[in-house]
């Protein structure tokens, strides 16, 4: 799925499906339907809800999807944020579609701490500063404790992301009903809280006007992830699976091996080989008996395995160190192999120390760093734009993918694409996690996926892990060992 700007966002309104033009009333109509349809869905009808109307298309939104709601039985209540003096006209349709009972409050201080609010208030159409009374409004909503969704966007936020540095007034959402796509603000660190959790409604915008347009921006969705998928033979064996390695864990830093190769063996490839220091071996072998030991005679990273050539991948940093030893033996490994590797940690540290082994980096490999490893490897950035830039230029210079872990999880590609995760969450904010999308994504490549496929499907099914380990153990309480449990490359 592409996410596009605020300018090819107000030109893919004006068709359907059909690719034909379509009456705003009509869009509104629609989009409405599906915000009604989530919320019904997903709101018990027992439970009070305020619309905080504003004076553009978001506000008829709202309006519409409160007459909808009050016919399916809902309690609905309307706080108009400018009064009925609507300047846009669908919005004054609205009004006048409301059926009778729906009562107009005008204290937002009075309402029930179990009331949820719908956010209706701005729209697509904000730049620059809010001005009142919509910034009185976002701070009184922001200082309630009452569940608040937001339509299509949280009011306050732009499609793009801002530049920094920035204090901005956006409602806190903890839902977000995104039409069609979601906006590029919400996968921005600076911005994208604001948004909480994203549920992206199709209205039935058209899809060769969708298809044509143009976007370096995508959000990746099941759609994408089914389409790369390998099917397994029903005659294949273990060789045709392909063989990962992993360079990973030193002396008291095994734990990073045992996560990556945990990993690793749930990614679908035929074998995994891992070199650890021998002195280190009874941990990793003891946890994971499917995994093949190669010893290195040091406490850290110190001789290349033998036979690296006849690997399909290798994934190494994970526990690594960055021992002056280790550095040298971490040059050699980089000359010595022409496959992809999957760089992480400590390699990455190692990188930013030694900028020079930058163009050893093998075609086509894997950088994972987050935000303070990728700093250190491209320094300081003024905007999220600036820092784009600055991936891209890295990502050309080593024709490698750079992977930066976070919310949303952004893949960016040499000629400047950038795919953004949908799944995961807060409670993978843990020591560990990193390595565990390591080991998966070297075993996805030794699968046999390239490695735009692998990244992709990596930190899907990465953050779905952890989706599923939030659900069983609560995001304070899930760990990075939860991931592996709850891991499917399916």
């Not at 992977?403 to 995961?424: M, R, W």
Request: aromatic residues 6%.
């Amino acid at each position: 799925m592409k996410i596009f700007t605020n300018e090819q966002i107000k030109e893919a309104d004006r068709y359907t499906v059909e690719n034909e033009p379509v009456a705003s009333i009509d869009l509104m109509e629609r989009a409405s339907d599906a915000i009604a349809g989530w919320i019904s869905e997903n709101i018990d009808k027992q439970i009070p809800l305020l619309f905080i109307v504003g004076k553009g298309n978001n506000g008829g939104d709202g309006l519409a999807v409160a007459r909808i709601l009050k016919q399916k039985g809902f309690e609905c209540s309307i706080y108009l944020a400018y009064g009925k003096n609507f300047p846009n006209e669908e919005c004054r349709i609205n009004l006048e579609r409301l059926p009778a009972g729906i009562p107009f409050i005008e204290n937002l201080n009075e309402i029930d701490k179990h009331t949820v609010i719908v956010d209706a208030l701005l729209g697509t159409g904000i730049s620059g500063n809010v001005k009142e009374p919509a910034a009185n409004i976002i701070s009184q909503v922001n200082s309630l404790t009452n569940k608040v969704i937001s339509i299509d966007l949280p009011s306050g936020m732009s499609t793009e992301p801002p530049t920094l540095p920035c204090s901005p007034q956006i409602i806190k959402a903890c839902v977000t009903l995104t039409l069609q796509f979601p906006k590029l603000a919400m996968m921005s660190p600076e911005t994208g809280e604001y948004a909480g959790t994203i549920i992206t409604l199709p209205i039935g915008l058209s899809k060769t006007y969708l298809e044509q347009t143009e976007s370096p921006y995508h959000y990746i969705d099941e759609t994408l992830i089914e389409s790369l998928k390998k099917r397994r033979s029903k005659f294949g064996y273990k060789n045709i699976y392909g063989h990962a390695l992993l360079v990973c864990g030193s002396k008291n830093m095994i734990g990073a091996a045992i996560l990556a190769t945990g990993a690793a063996l749930r990614s679908g490839c035929g074998l995994v080989s891992v070199h650890i220091p021998y002195d280190e071996r009874v941990a990793l072998q003891t946890k994971f008996p499917s995994a093949i030991l190669s010893f290195d005679k040091s406490g850290y990273f110190s001789e290349i395995p033998d036979e690296i050539c006849k690997y399909n991948a290798i994934g190494t940093g994970c526990g690594l160190g960055t021992h002056p030893e280790t550095m040298k033996t971490f040059e050699t490994l980089l000359k010595s192999v022409k496959i992809p590797m999957v760089i992480d940690a400590d390699a990455l540290n190692l990188l930013s120390m030694n900028k020079e082994l930058l163009k050893h980096i093998p075609e086509n490999s894997i950088l994972t760093p987050h935000l303070g490893e990728l700093k250190r490897l491209v320094g300081e950035w003024n905007s999220e734009e600036n820092k784009n830039r600055k991936i891209t230029n890295l990502s050309s210079e080593t024709k490698s993918i750079i992977v930066v872990k976070g919310a949303h999880t952004a893949i960016c590609l040499p000629d400047g694409e950038i795919y953004f995760n949908s799944t995961g969450n807060s409670g993978m904010a843990k020591g560990g996690s990193g390595d565990v999308l390591t080991g998966l994504i070297t075993g996805l490549l030794a699968r046999g996926y390239n490695s735009f496929e692998a990244s992709v499907l990596g930190v899907y099914f990465h953050g779905l892990a952890g989706d599923k380990a939030c659900e069983k153990y609560g995001c304070e309480s899930m760990n990075s060992l939860d991931l592996i449990e709850f891991l499917s490359a399916n």
